[in-house]
């Protein structure tokens, strides 16, 4: 196991399980945010996604939900997701240990065919629990949204004397539009199942206060622990994967070098050919006369 620490931020790279029972205060965090691997086959640098069988992949998961709880403070959130076909198992564990005040539907398009012979999910629910249902932190005023029937319909509400027009903001329902993250988006990092910034900002902003302290045991590309610091909240993020872990060092700015290598987020193909079209450019005097002979294969050899 490898502690990074900057500026109330800690990164473990190293097993959950062992970080939480070793290095995590039990009442001692006020969000955490869980995504945790699925149980349906995605690659993770090599890591597969997939128990022997589902019975595993749930004692797995009670395992660390029973951990995680201990860690919440007593006014501490717990956001959780999984796969659609696992989730009523985790909100039946959940029933008898945290109080589950909302069931939230992530909704999201998709470009490609989800399914042909039954209807494909677009969809991957959480659920937001809280330990005590009467002492927890929920700023509304925070991540209030467009109230379409105020503000762009402009209707009038009669039962009220006298008559005054719909609110023009509401807090949001649960069911959340917000696009999955895609390859040529800026905050894309290189992994399966990257959540997006507006999710986790929406979550966070909601749920704690500046300072707080947010954890995310299986970070990933670490949105949580960076959105956390766009907030001026503190984080923990824990990460088995080395290279996820490089990503989250740079991303925190943590370290600008990790063994010798510089951690630079990594040029995607379409950055490429953009990086070569104006070197090519660079290559003529603003008035189009030509400085040198040259063209794109050779550039950068």
Request: hydrophobic share 35%; charged share 30%; proline share 5%.
């Amino acid at each position: 196991m490898q502690v990074f620490k900057k500026d109330g931020h800690t990164i473990y790279n190293g097993d959950a399980f062992e970080v939480l029972l070793n290095e995590i205060d039990d009442n001692s965090i006020d969000l955490i945010f869980v995504d945790p691997p699925y149980n349906i086959g995605k690659d993770f640098n090599g890591r597969k996604d997939k128990w022997a069988t589902d019975k595993e992949y749930l004692e797995w998961s009670y395992s660390w939900i029973d951990l995680l709880i201990k860690k919440l403070k007593s006014d501490g959130s717990l956001y959780i997701m999984t796969s659609t076909q696992f989730m009523p198992f985790f909100d039946i564990y959940l029933q008898s240990r945290i109080n589950i005040l909302s069931r939230i539907i992530w909704s999201y398009d998709s470009s490609g065919v989800q399914a042909k012979n039954y209807f494909g999910s677009m969809y991957e629910p959480i659920l937001f629990c809280v330990k005590d249902k009467s002492n927890y932190t929920f700023n509304s005023k925070d991540i209030l949204v467009d109230a379409k029937t105020g503000s762009k319909r402009k209707l009038i509400d009669y039962r009220k004397n006298p008559p005054q027009p719909y609110s023009t903001e509401k807090v949001p329902g649960n069911v959340w539009d917000f696009p999955r993250v895609r390859y040529r988006m800026p905050e894309y990092e290189k992994h399966p199942t990257q959540k997006p910034i507006a999710l986790l900002e929406r979550i966070i902003k909601a749920s704690t206060n500046v300072g707080g302290v947010v954890l995310d045991p299986f970070s990933g590309t670490f949105t949580t622990s960076f959105v956390a610091k766009t907030l001026n909240r503190k984080s923990i993020g824990i990460e088995i994967d080395e290279d996820y872990t490089k990503i989250g060092l740079r991303r925190l700015s943590i370290l600008k070098e990790y063994n010798g290598e510089k951690l630079e987020k990594e040029i995607r193909t379409f950055e490429t050919k953009k990086i070569i079209e104006q070197q090519t450019l660079a290559l003529f005097e603003p008035d189009g006369t030509q400085l040198y002979k040259t063209n794109q294969a050779s550039i950068g050899k």
